[in-house]
């Protein structure tokens, strides 16, 4: 996602452009902006993985069937692995800032894999 709206061709994903007729002048520019981010899409996944999503039409596709293939929310093994991990992970021989970046890496994995609900302003003091 960063590289794609760095090159600012992110409605291709989200949906904002949505391709024109056939017929139109402006189909022929969409049609290769769509295969453009189609292929750094595909480019960026192993070609196992990419050879799943090879034949879908437009970037929008593949982006959607890939969040839905490897989305992690509620990923509950991949919780416990994280969670395992961290409850191991000892400094041992790694410099502190390692061991810090080691520890904020497997946090913000747990964050994006979590969904916590608070349910009243003071669950935020734990």
């Not at 290769?32 to 981010?37: D, G, I, R, S």
């Not at 969670?83 to 191991?88: S, T």
């Amino acid at each position: 996602m960063i590289f794609i709206c760095g090159k600012g061709k992110e409605d291709y994903i989200t949906g904002t452009i949505v391709p024109p007729e056939e017929s139109s002048a402006r189909y022929r520019k969409w049609k290769a902006e769509n295969h453009m981010v189609m292929s750094w899409l595909l480019n960026s996944m192993t070609i196992e993985m990419g050879e799943n999503f090879r034949y879908y039409q437009t970037a929008r596709e593949i982006w959607d069937a890939t969040k839905e293939t490897y989305s992690n929310k509620d990923n509950t093994s991949a919780i416990f692995e994280i969670k395992g991990i961290l409850h191991d992970l000892r400094r041992g021989e790694m410099t502190i800032t390692d061991y810090f970046n080691a520890l904020t890496r497997y946090w913000q994995q747990l964050d994006m894999l979590e969904d916590i609900k608070w349910h009243c302003p003071e669950d935020t003091q734990q």
